[in-house]
């Protein structure tokens, strides 16, 4: 160990994996050690690659619906390293490694004493110093529950002690003998109303059938802790997307599993009876109990796409552990089978098909028709974002048959061909419908087994609808023919011998089997819980890659862990740094005043000092973070209701006319809103009212629904996100068709 090394790794010099950036015009990863031109900075910052930069001609470059001047561009090299950052011990003055120290340096301000662990260990053989309890930092624990959380830890626990039961057995050792997964917690982070808007080209195609223009839904996000060294780490995360009964049709009571993670760090590293990994039976029990949650509210299919993620890029935890291997597509989807087949011996899933199967072709007695308006239209999935670029290329082909003269080129698409294809309306929407069903159905039948199909409740064998109220008429001898209702009046009003089964002699009878254990509605009974970081899955993502929470290895996962459970406790805290009203400074920690009935009053301990505060109201002295994460849960959740009556009164401010305006601290944004109009350093300059405003503006944006918002900027906020979105979905699509025809090429070399 030498004096420059750190004192508790004896390691000198550590830097942190470099966050990825992508070219704001074409959405490729810029590689490591390429060149690029970049402006702008923090959210705003725009980057684009060599070939997009040589490709605009002229002295401009367009990028996200603005234009550039090429010589305002910075160029870079992707080669800048961060190092881990230090603190230094005020008793025994050695360095460590923040992270090895985990040590906040969110909540420690620069005049906060920092004792480094052997000190304090030093402290307390000594009777100088007593150990901090438990309770003393707040964890995963005494994050807020939920019946959806509670319900899925239950379930673990039980199945838990179930399978050490069996272990003990099979080993012939006694239960306390066996070791077990202690210390895990199972928290909902994130539960949010949101609205998914149709795509424009995909909307047109439908407008004659009168296609939902928007889905509402609930987002939510699923975390798992466990205590691993006496540290609570994040192990495995879900995000998910919930479209209840009152949402309409194709979408009505179904759930997607939108993405999952997980990093392998799990204790114990052992095995069940059974051979599977005790982590693997952990992350199914939590699916499993998701599931059904699910099915007791009344929802009827659960939807997931097993898509690995792409080399070097993340879901949810950033930055995984090389001993960590992406799993490939075949092997991710029996990891999901293996689970689904548990779910189906408890009755919870009762059928398990994919979405080519089921939407895509009419399999024995179906009778509902092929159509892309039956598809279930999810937030992120393949076949939308596919759907879209499919009807741009046949829109595309129809131009340039029309500039064509005719006779000179052939119909691509004649009527014999779409009675072919089983479409019976030959109109034009009819047709382009019929095309795009093709398309996407030879896009999607070979890696067809990857779109999974989970059915919670019955689907009726004619019209394949998910049957959820009055009777289901189930064939007495067929395991998997049933019908419902009114496809069983339809049923008894054609010739007997055309009826179930179809082509045979025998006579099969239909007795009925009352519905009633499906919830009317799928209310949900727990309370919205907004996060900024966490409400989607990329905010979180950019939260642990802009402040390098890693997790490639343990150290740096406790740490990571440590900071996203400060950040789920102190919802307000890394907002941006809070100004004095008076000398616009930062103030420190601890160090200032605070009204508590205007939001943005702040004063530092300096201007306070000096008196003379024109304020109608008490001055209270700011909590230090210490004295903030010991608060509780009513005054986290007052904090909370301050932001948002911030956030409330930009709304209002943004439509006031009023020049003597009485809503409270109205001129004041209006203020704000000026000097963003005529400021010349910006929030990219560090200029702080800028900062605080464009921190606003993005809180606002990511959880307004209107699509006629009159907040500044708020529109192309919502266009920025929904941009790196859809390059995020672009991606994702073209690693997938990239796999698929490697898989054909390395066919086709067997072959030959």
Same mark, same amino acid.
């Given at each position: ?596 009935? #205007? =939001?943005? @009053?702040?004063?530092? !301990?300096?201007?306070?000092? +000096? %008196?003379?505060?024109? $304020? ?41 006319? #009023? =020049?003597? @305006?009485?809503?409270? !601290?109205?001129?004041?944004? +209006? %203020?704000?809103?000026? $000097? ?77």
């Amino acid at each position: 160990m030498t004096k420059n090394s750190c004192q508790l790794c004896a390691v000198e010099k550590l830097t942190f994996e470099p966050p990825p950036i992508y070219c704001s015009r074409c959405g490729s990863r810029i590689k490591r050690n390429a060149f690029y031109y970049t402006i702008g900075s923090g959210e705003t910052c725009l980057y684009f690659c060599i070939p997009c930069y040589n490709e605009a001609r002229g002295d401009t470059i367009e990028a996200e619906g603005s234009t550039f001047l090429k010589t305002k561009l910075e160029k870079k090299r992707n080669d800048e390293e961060t190092e881990e950052w230090w603190v230094q011990c005020d008793k025994c003055e050695t360095w460590q490694h923040q992270i090895c120290a985990l040590f906040n340096g969110r909540r420690n301000d620069g005049e906060a004493e920092y004792t480094c662990p052997g000190c304090y260990m030093q402290e307390i053989e000594r009777g100088e110093r007593k150990p901090l309890p438990q309770s003393a930092v707040l964890g995963a624990k005494d994050l807020p529950r939920t019946f959806l959380s509670d319900h899925i830890e239950q379930r673990l626990f039980k199945r838990l002690k179930q399978e050490r039961q069996e272990r003990s057995r099979h080993l012939g050792k006694t239960f306390d003998e066996v070791p077990s997964a202690e210390g895990l917690v199972v928290r909902v982070v994130s539960s949010v109303d949101k609205k998914l808007e149709v795509k424009q080209q995909f909307l047109e195609t439908f407008q004659e059938e009168n296609y939902p223009k928007e889905f509402p839904y609930k987002s939510k996000a699923i975390l798992l802790f466990q205590k691993i060294e006496g540290v609570e780490v994040c192990l495995f995360g879900m995000y998910v997307q919930e479209f209840g009964s009152e949402c309409s049709f194709p979408n009505q009571r179904r759930v997607y599993l939108s993405y999952l993670d997980s990093v392998k760090y799990f204790r114990p590293e052992i095995k069940t009876v059974t051979g599977e990994a005790l982590r693997t039976f952990v992350y199914h029990e939590i699916l499993i109990g998701y599931l059904e949650y699910c099915k007791k509210r009344g929802f009827t299919s659960c939807y997931i796409w097993a898509c690995p993620p792409l080399k070097g890029e993340d879901y949810i935890l950033y930055c995984h552990p090389e001993i960590q291997k992406t799993p490939k597509s075949d092997k991710l989807r029996e990891w999901y089978l293996t689970m689904l087949r548990k779910a189906a011996k408890e009755n919870i899933a009762v059928d398990l098909t994919n979405l080519y199967d089921h939407f895509f072709v009419t399999m024995g007695e179906s009778k509902a028709k092929v159509t892309a308006a039956r598809l279930p239209y999810f937030d992120g999935d393949y076949w939308p974002g596919a759907a879209e670029d499919m009807i741009t290329q046949l829109r595309h082909e129809e131009d340039c048959r029309k500039q064509l003269k005719k006779g000179k080129t052939k119909k691509t698409t004649t009527k014999r061909a779409l009675k072919a294809v089983g479409q019976t309306d030959l109109s034009g929407n009819a047709s382009k419908d019929a095309l795009l069903m093709q398309k996407l159905g030879e896009t999607i039948f070979p890696m067809k087994e990857d779109f999974i199909m989970v059915h919670l409740q019955y689907a009726c064998t004619h019209c394949c609808i998910l049957m959820v109220s009055g009777t289901r008429w189930v064939c007495s001898q067929c395991k998997n023919f049933q019908l419902c209702d009114n496809c069983h009046e339809a049923e008894q009003r054609v010739d007997e011998r055309d009826r179930h089964p179809a082509n045979s002699r025998e006579k099969h009878t239909l007795y009925p089997v009352e519905i009633n254990d499906v919830a009317e509605d799928t209310k949900d009974k727990d309370d919205i819980l907004e996060s900024e970081f966490f409400d989607t899955r990329q905010a979180f993502l950019s939260l642990c890659q802009g402040n390098h929470y890693q997790y490639d290895t343990l150290r740096r996962a406790k740490h990571s862990s440590m900071m996203v459970l400060y950040h789920l406790h102190n919802p307000t805290a890394p907002a941006f740094v809070t100004t004095c009203l008076v000398c616009h400074h930062d103030i420190e920690s601890g160090q200032g005043w605070r009204c508590e009935i #205007c =939001p943005d @009053c702040d004063v530092c !301990n300096a201007c306070y000092q +000096k %008196g003379g505060i024109d $304020h109608p109201h008490i001055l209270t002295n700011h909590p230090s973070m210490a004295e903030r994460d010991a608060q509780n849960k009513e005054a986290r959740a007052k904090r909370v209701l301050q932001l948002r009556k911030m956030l409330d009164l930009l709304v209002h401010a943004s439509q006031c006319r #009023c =020049p003597q @305006c009485q809503y409270p !601290n109205c001129r004041k944004v +209006k %203020g704000l809103f000026r $000097h963003g109009i005529q400021c010349k350093i910006r929030a990219s300059g560090g200029c702080v009212l800028c900062k605080k405003m464009w921190y606003l503006l993005q809180i606002h944006s990511r959880a307004c629904k209107e699509s006629d918002c009159v907040v500044p900027r708020c529109r192309d906020l919502k266009e920025h996100l929904r941009r790196l979105q859809q390059q995020s979905d672009s991606r994702r699509r073209a690693a997938v068709m990239e796999m698929m025809r490697q898989r054909a090429a390395e066919v086709a070399v067997n072959t030959n």
